[in-house]
Every structure is written in C-alpha cells, then in structure tokens.
C-alpha cells in the first residue's frame, strides 16, 4: 500500500504573553492512499494542531519547531505558501465542525459553488451549474435544486456539512481532513456524514484523516487509529490493537470511559490533558495508577510491538 502522508517528529509550540507554550511532541505517523484514519484523544490533547501545522493553518504565533511531513514523497514544510496553497485545497480538502462559520453568509450554495467549479475547471457558468447540481445530489443532498438556491443559515447543520463536502469533492482532493465533522449534529445525521465520508474514500480512493471524540465512529470506519494525549501520540494501532488489546493505560482509561449508553468518551478526570506540569514526561503520568520511577524521569520513544501496533509507556519496557 502506497503513503500519501508521512509526517515525522512534529514538535509545536505557541508563543504566548507568558513565554513558549509547547502543544505538539515528537508526533509521527502517516496515512496509505485510500486509508481512512482516525485521531483520538481528550479535549486539548494537540489533535487540530497537528493537523492544522500540517494544513498552515494555525494562528501567527503558532511555532513549528521541528518535523517533516512528505505528501506523496514531497517535502510540503519546505515549499512556500504560495507553492503550498496549491496542495491545500486541490491536493488537500478540510471540514471542520462549523460549516455554518466556513460558508460565506452573502451567497448562496449555487453561487458559491458555481465560483469554484469555474475557478477550479475553467468552464462556462452554465456548465458549471451542471456540475454543481451533480455534486449536490452526489453527497445526498435530494432536493439539490433548493439546497442551490438556499443561503447557509436556511439550511440545516446536516445539509450544510454535505454542501462543505460538497465544495471540498468539486476540488477532487486526495487527501481529506476532518476535524469533527459530525460533532454539532444529532446522531441520525452524525452517522449518515460520517458513511459518506466512508462511501466517498472507498470509491474515490481518497484519504480521510478522521479527528473526533466519537469512538463508534473510528471503530466503524477507521483502519488505523492514533491516540494523541496532551501533545504526544501515545498509542498508534489498527482498530483492532486499540479496542481489543489496547496497550497504554489512557488508551484503557479512554475505552473504559465510553459510557456503554453513548458513543463518545467522557472526560477521564477533572484535569485537562494540556495541563500536565512536564512536557518531558508521560501526559498520562499524574492519572495513572502504574507509574514507576522510570514514568517520573522521561517518556519513552514509540516502541513497536509487532505489526505496526507501537505504544509510548515504560511501564511495557524493561529498558
Ligand atoms: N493559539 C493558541 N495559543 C496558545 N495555545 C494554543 C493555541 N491553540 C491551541 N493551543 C494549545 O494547544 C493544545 C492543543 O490544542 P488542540 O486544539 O490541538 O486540542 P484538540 O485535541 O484539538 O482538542 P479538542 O478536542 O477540544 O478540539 C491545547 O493545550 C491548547 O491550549
Ligand atoms: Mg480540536
């Protein structure tokens, strides 16, 4: 199986009013053509800013530090914008939580996305407006005619996500991030986005890296799955490896902590993962009940058990 995206030992920090505020560490793995991935991970555990160091999509005064990340072979950290905005977008497509916010409130869905499709192809407004409609009904929009003619805040947040995917598809991707795509939502329509994001990768083969608190979600449609805690990827693993033998004790604590009504996981404890004292040790540390004396000096490397299944923990080491 081919890589589209190999990312390694991302490191980002903030610069804040009170000095360098570290957000990312030592971050690697990367995505097959194809592949729908799945990042997971508390509130503050560093998984939108992975992703949007990767996109360029952070404030000013976010900081890479150090890192690479290769698309298709290519080193895309040393290219300038302006050679980047040609991946983001064409190469890349983003959908995030609030569709409501990313769509522009004066136009209407037909207008915008007219603009693209002639920006993107280069044709004329009535072929355009074809492909438009095409589009509309491809990501299960039934009454495309309407949703063409409907500004942003006429529609509902399921129809305004399909239109945002909608948008990202005309730009034929390859790559496509989604950060809490369904989070908004009720559960009818969260699972009804997230099978067209499944149907989509599967007869486009395209890449979906797949960010949520959903953990039904990335048991159902994920191949491989990271799980990010304060700042590290702790555990990287197929859906498999992580649900039937998770190996971190906050890969446990996280399974645990799905209530077995719902399908997202609760907090684990009062204390945000972002607020662990020491960035050189286990984010996990101050929570967990196996700490040694190793755990309290430094944080081990990713360490693979076998078959891609790799696991960040002294307490699975003896050296
Ligand atoms: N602009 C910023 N300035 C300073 N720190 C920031 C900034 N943006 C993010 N951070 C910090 O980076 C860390 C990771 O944030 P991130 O948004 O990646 O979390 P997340 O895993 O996506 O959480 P959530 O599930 O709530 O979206 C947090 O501790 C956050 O406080
Ligand atoms: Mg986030």
Known sequence: MSKILEVNNLNVAFDTASGEIPAVHDVSFDVNEGEIYGIVGESGSGKSVSMKTIMRLNPSNGRLNSGTVRYKGTDIISLSDAEFLTYRGREFGMIFQDSLTSLNPVYTVGEKL?????????????????????????????????CFNSYPHELSGGMRQRVMIAMVLVCEPKLIVADEPTTSLDVTIQAQILKLLKKISLEKRVSVILITHDFGAVAQLCGRISVMCGGYIVETGTAEDIFLSPGHPYTKALIASIPSSGREFEALSENDSSTSSDASLCPFLGRCKYANEKCRKSIPEMRDTGSGHSIRCWILYSN
């Open 114 to 146: 007219i603009e693209l499709i002639i920006h993107i192809r280069g044709i004329k407004r009535k072929e355009a407006r074809v492909i438009a409609l095409e589009y509309l009904n491809e990501v299960g929009i039934n009454d495309a005619e309407r």
